[in-house]
């Protein structure tokens, strides 16, 4: 269950083919990488780089982003990029992750998503 995202954002900024060819691969990504996300104690962005040409960012491993690595790596002038670092604000992180898909330095598409507690016996 997706509790809030910034696909909207990006659709107002950039051509209809980029954008459709970003929410394609966006929906794809967290369709196979959401699921099975474990909570954190920290605020932590679970990300991956878009890869065009081999999908490696469908199967290599998703990266810890902290704020300060946000802040560090990306474009915080980007309305995206300071969406995200809302989403670490505002999300809880022993309930919830999370996950997102970087474009480039100013396009992160990320969700916050409800975790999965694992039950043991």
Same mark, same amino acid.
């Given at each position: 269950?997706?509790?809030?995202? #910034?696909?909207?954002?990006?659709?107002?900024? #950039?051509?209809?083919?980029?954008?459709? +060819?970003?929410?394609?691969?966006? $929906? *794809?990504?967290?369709? !196979?990488? $959401? /699921? %099975?996300?474990? /909570?954190?104690?920290? /605020?932590? *962005?679970?990300?991956?780089?878009?890869? %065009?040409? %081999? *999908?490696?960012?469908?199967?290599?491993?998703?990266? *810890?982003? &902290?704020? +300060? #690595? =946000?802040?560090?790596?990306?474009? !915080?002038?980007?309305?995206?990029?300071?969406?995200?670092?809302?989403?670490? $604000?505002?999300?809880?992180? &022993?309930?919830?992750?999370? =996950?997102?898909?970087?474009?480039?330095? $100013? &396009?992160?598409?990320?969700?916050?998503? =409800?975790?999965?507690?694992?039950? &043991?016996?």
């Amino acid at each position: 269950m997706r509790v809030r995202t #910034n696909v909207r954002c990006l659709f107002s900024d #950039n051509s209809h083919h980029i954008m459709e +060819e970003r929410r394609r691969a966006y $929906s *794809a990504f967290m369709t !196979i990488r $959401s /699921p %099975g996300m474990a /909570p954190t104690d920290q /605020p932590i *962005a679970h990300l991956q780089f878009f890869d %065009g040409k %081999g *999908a490696s960012h469908m199967s290599g491993p998703l990266i *810890a982003f &902290t704020r +300060e #690595n =946000v802040v560090a790596e990306f474009d !915080i002038e980007s309305d995206l990029v300071r969406w995200l670092l809302n989403q670490m $604000s505002t999300y809880e992180p &022993t309930r919830q992750s999370i =996950v997102g898909l970087v474009f480039d330095r $100013s &396009t992160i598409l990320s969700d916050v998503i =409800v975790t999965q507690l694992k039950k &043991t016996l």
